[in-house]
């Protein structure tokens, strides 16, 4: 038994029009911030982690691209040092510059009632930061599996694109967040500072998905296109 590849989605498909789930799912710190009291180092923590979820996400598209996935995970694990080590570098950078936002000699933004560094991991649970985090890693599966594997798009998939796909995604997103987020909270606008801030986050996603979207239909449109006849 052969796997044929499978089509690729028509175009009035919501999974590829529209990222309805992932923007839906991105809100939901928006949620938090005015029902909730989720201050920015709340909505950082979880920005924080789904940049760990980002990386997971790439290498499993890396690993699985190309039509002998096999082999680009073999690769993928002889190259695993040059790939994981500035990725998680940067996390680690960005998890520090967060730290020192807060926790400096001369922090950037001052709150009183922003936790003490032992106090994070029972913040994350007593707010139920991890609802949100869980929540847009099992958006990160579906995509996965939806849009890459049974969409047929990963048999055309490129190995190195892949591989640096996931700094274009995470480093325009984290750098915008820090300015805003210390820019707006020294101006005193309190919430919607914090608020202001997811919804930067939000559109940078939006835009990011749909401009991958045009340009995999494009992409589409020119494998599909009769080449000349004789």
């Not at 080590?85 to 996390?91: I, N, Q, R, S, T």
């Not at 997811?198 to 045009?214: E, K, Y």
Request: charged share 10%; with cysteine; net charge negative.
């Amino acid at each position: 038994m052969t796997l044929s590849a499978a089509e690729p989605h028509s175009p009035s498909s919501p999974w590829d029009d529209a990222p309805w789930l992932g923007l839906s799912i991105h809100a939901l710190p928006l949620l938090g911030v005015m029902f909730l009291g989720w201050s920015l180092f709340s909505v950082m923590l979880i920005y924080w982690m789904e940049a760990g979820l980002m990386i997971v996400a790439g290498v499993a598209r890396v690993c699985w691209c190309g039509p002998r996935p096999v082999r680009n995970t073999v690769t993928m694990l002889l190259l695993s040092p040059i790939y994981f080590g500035p990725a998680l570098g940067f996390v680690f950078a960005f998890f520090m510059g967060v730290v020192t936002f807060f926790y400096g000699p001369e922090p950037i933004v001052h709150a009183e009632d922003m936790p003490s560094m032992g106090e994070v991991g029972s913040q994350i649970l007593a707010e139920w930061l991890w609802v949100p985090v869980l929540l847009i890693a099992g958006n990160y599966v579906l995509d996965f599996f939806q849009d890459w594997i049974r969409s047929g798009v990963y048999r055309s998939g490129d190995m190195v694109k892949e591989m640096f796909k996931v700094y274009g995604t995470m480093m325009p997103m984290m750098i915008v967040l820090i300015i805003a987020g210390a820019v707006l909270l020294e101006t005193g606008l309190g919430s919607l500072a914090v608020a202001f801030v997811v919804l930067v986050r939000i559109a940078l996603d939006v835009a990011i998905q749909l401009i991958t979207r045009v340009l995999r239909n494009q992409r589409h449109g020119q494998t599909a296109s009769p080449g000349p006849q004789a």
